[in-house]
């Protein structure tokens, strides 16, 4: 797909949300596997599911939802987005990170992404919460290759700061205050679905990973180059690939991610009003 078609499908993505919502969020939240519960944080204004959305890419994932809650986290305007769509889905890169996109033509200026990942450091236990302080993309296409869609961005976009420092240090500040143990590290993204192997696990080890997933990193790629400040948190569902006995499933990382939702639910949503700090106001 040509930069001009992904563009116009996201005009037309941008249209029919607006036939169904006026709402214009400044903050937006991406929800991961298991964490989709925190969307009853919000106090909403409307839903939109995907399906409703003409062109728009549908998870097929359990624990993902599929639908945008716009809606406000005290006096911020926040689009939600409840559940995501992936590359191993079978979708094209330009589908996976189309939500970015579209929720920065909606009105947002600052992405939260969560996930639930991996942990590669042997520090690490299920349950834990990292903040993203960099990324690496392990097999996965860059979603700027081709054509560039110049109303978002630049061909070459700098990554040297992918996640914004000040949304960090307000993650941590909160995490503080709330008493959150808040673990910190580098996320790899593979492709997946099939969850690594051992010797991968120590390969991204070798090369300063703490955690591991399928998703995140071509948001993140795809929402600095539109110009959205990002942050991100992941949710330590399991032990990785070769570090326990158990063997790997998705039911564990729904229920570890379910273990930790409380916490994780006080963080975000404590995170997301220092994010709106600037003055938005409901009404």
């Known amino acids: 797909m040509g930069g001009r078609e992904v563009y116009e499908k996201l005009e037309r993505c941008l249209s029919c949300v607006r036939e169904r919502t006026e709402f214009v969020p400044k903050a937006a939240v991406v929800l991961g596997s298991g964490l989709g519960d925190y969307a009853g944080a919000i106090r909403t204004e409307a839903e939109v599911p995907y399906g409703e959305i003409e062109g728009f890419p549908v998870s097929t994932v359990p624990g993902h939802d599929g639908r945008f809650i716009f809606g406000w986290v005290d006096k911020t305007p926040v689009v939600c987005m409840k559940g995501r769509v992936h590359y191993y889905e079978g979708y094209d890169m330009a589908d996976v990170v189309l939500p970015i996109r579209l929720m920065k033509l909606l009105g947002a200026d600052t992405l939260l992404l969560t996930n639930a990942a991996g942990g590669i450091n042997t520090d690490f236990r299920a349950g834990d919460l990292m903040l993203i302080k960099d990324h690496i993309s392990v097999f996965v296409p860059n979603p700027l290759i081709g054509e560039n869609i110049d109303p978002l961005g630049t061909r070459f976009p700098d990554m040297s700061q992918v996640y914004d420092r000040e949304l960090q240090d307000q993650i941590k500040e909160k995490a503080a205050e709330l008493g959150i143990p808040l ?97 938005w106001t409901a009404g």
């Open 183 to 279: 673990r910190e590290g580098v996320y790899a993204q593979l492709t997946g679905p099939s969850y690594e192997s051992p010797a991968e696990i120590r390969m991204l080890r070798m090369l300063g990973c703490d955690a591991v997933g399928m998703s995140t990193v071509v948001e993140a790629i795809a929402a600095r180059h539109c110009g959205l400040r990002v942050c991100g948190i992941s949710c330590i569902s399991n032990l990785a690939a070769g570090m326990s006995q158990k063997a790997l499933d998705h039911k564990e990382v729904q229920e570890a991610a379910d273990r930790a939702a409380p916490l994780f639910r006080k963080l975000v949503t404590e995170s997301v009003k220092a994010f709106g700090s600037k003055g």
